[in-house]
Each structure stands twice: as structure tokens, then as C-alpha cells.
């Protein structure tokens, strides 16, 4: 798959900066290091209702993703998408099972439940869907409910100045769904009876199309999680967020 990601909010490269004063911190000389971080996360990531520009940190109700461009070739689905002025609900609603980061071994491992996630955007899009042939341009919505995800995280550290801070690489992730609905209007040109049968045939086979494109979408995903933790953390030290 190729594809192409532009987050609106502008990547900030300037001096280390200070947690909000509104997030806990955890010193991971403790023995309860794991306990106080997965509850710090399960307090701060609901806050996330607007942007935090001294971190470099987005809103993530919604996320708002400028432009994405997806070229997906598998074996029942082969489509080229344009998705533009995209918003992502549902980040800062995730329900937390773990988190943790292991300093020693360089990870950091996630586990969770999004109750409900939906995208809402502007597309464009030509191919094929299983058996089907596909074409239109206007605007689509997919609402994914008990969305389940599993991330695996290498990081390395890298000092400046005295301080200490964290760069993501690509995670190992899973991603599981209860269920999963699309509505993509003006397809085939505006021919409604067209655009209700492609839609109606997305929805009796969503789960099988989730299946083919997973790994495709959890690589998207991935890197929109990976460009909002590494600016973050280009930003925050880890003695600002870890050692007090």
C-alpha cells in the first residue's frame, strides 16, 4: 500500500517543553511506576478535547487529518482513495487495559477498547471491492464499534542538551472489530440506486472487507499514532514526564 498522511497541526522544533500541569506524572524509579502511568494516561487522554500547542499535541475530538491518499492492492480489493479535511472521533474515548514502557528493553505496549470510532471524510475514489466495480467523489463516514487494539512499540533515546528523548518506530499491532458500518454518498456519479446497492453491499460484507484492508489501515493508523507521540515527545523529556 502506498499512502500519504497530512496531520493540520504544524510539527514544532523548539526548546524542550514542560508537561501541562493538568497531567500526571510518574516517576519510573517506583515500584508503582506501571499503576501510576496507566492511570496518568487513563487522565490525560480525555483531555485531549482541545490542542495542547505547548506540546505539540492535537485535538483529538476530533483529529482533524488534512489530506490521505491510499493505494490498496489485495486479493478481493484493489482501490485508489483520495481522502481529504478528515475527522477521526473517538481517540480520546479509548478505554485503557495497558500501558506501559519498559526503559530497559525500549517499548512501549498498549492495549484497548475503542467503544465506537468514526471517520468522517471528503473522498474520491475508483477500483474494485470484492466482485464489485466502485467510482465516486463526495463524502463518506465509517463508524467502527468495540474496536479493539494491540500495540507493541520499539523507541530509542536520544539526548540534546542534557535531557533525554524518546523516538517511536513502527509498532507491532492488532486490531480487532465488533462491528463496522459505511455510508459513502454520491457514488457512480450521484445514480442513487447505484450508490444504495454499493452501500448495502459494503455493510453485508464489512467484516470481510475490514479483514482484507486491516493491515493496510492498522499501517495508516499506526503512523498518525507514531507522528503524534514523536512530536510530542521531540518536546517533552523524559525527566520532565518520568522522573519527577
Do not use: W
Not at 475490514?210 to 493508523?221: A, S, T
Amino acid at each position: 500500500m502506498k499512502f500519504q498522511i497530512v496531520i493540520l497541526v504544524v510539527v514544532g522544533l523548539s526548546e524542550s517543553a514542560r508537561l501541562p500541569r493538568n497531567f500526571k506524572k510518574c516517576n519510573r524509579a517506583k515500584t508503582d511506576f506501571d499503576v501510576c502511568l496507566l492511570d496518568a494516561v487513563k487522565n490525560a487522554v480525555p483531555q485531549f478535547t482541545r490542542p495542547y500547542k505547548e506540546i505539540d499535541a492535537p485535538n483529538f475530538a476530533p483529529l482533524e487529518i488534512n489530506a490521505i491518499d491510499l493505494d490498496i492492492e489485495r486479493n478481493k480489493i484493489s482501490v485508489k482513495q483520495k481522502l481529504r479535511n478528515c475527522k477521526f472521533s473517538g481517540f480520546n474515548e479509548i478505554q485503557f487495559r495497558v500501558f506501559k514502557i519498559d526503559f530497559e528493553n525500549k517499548f512501549m505496549e498498549i492495549s484497548g477498547l475503542f467503544p465506537e470510532f468514526k471517520n468522517d471524510c471528503e473522498y474520491e475514489v475508483s477500483g474494485k471491492v470484492i466482485i464489485l466495480p466502485i467510482q465516486g467523489k463526495g463524502s463518506a463516514t465509517t463508524v467502527a464499534k468495540a474496536l479493539d487494539v494491540y500495540l507493541k512499540v520499539p523507541f530509542n533515546e536520544t539526548s540534546k542538551n542534557g535531557n533525554t528523548y524518546l523516538h517511536f518506530d513502527n509498532p507491532a499491532m492488532n486490531v480487532t472489530v465488533g462491528d463496522i458500518h459505511f455510508q459513502v454518498d454520491n457514488l457512480f456519479n450521484g445514480d442513487k440506486a447505484l450508490g444504495d446497492k454499493m452501500n448495502e453491499f459494503l455493510n453485508e460484507n464489512a467484516k470481510e472487507i475490514f479483514e482484507e484492508v486491516k493491515e493496510d489501515y492498522m499501517k495508516l493508523m499506526s503512523d498518525i499514532g507514531l507522528n503524534i507521540m514523536n512530536r510530542i515527545f521531540l518536546k517533552v523529556p523524559v525527566e520532565e514526564v518520568f522522573d519527577g
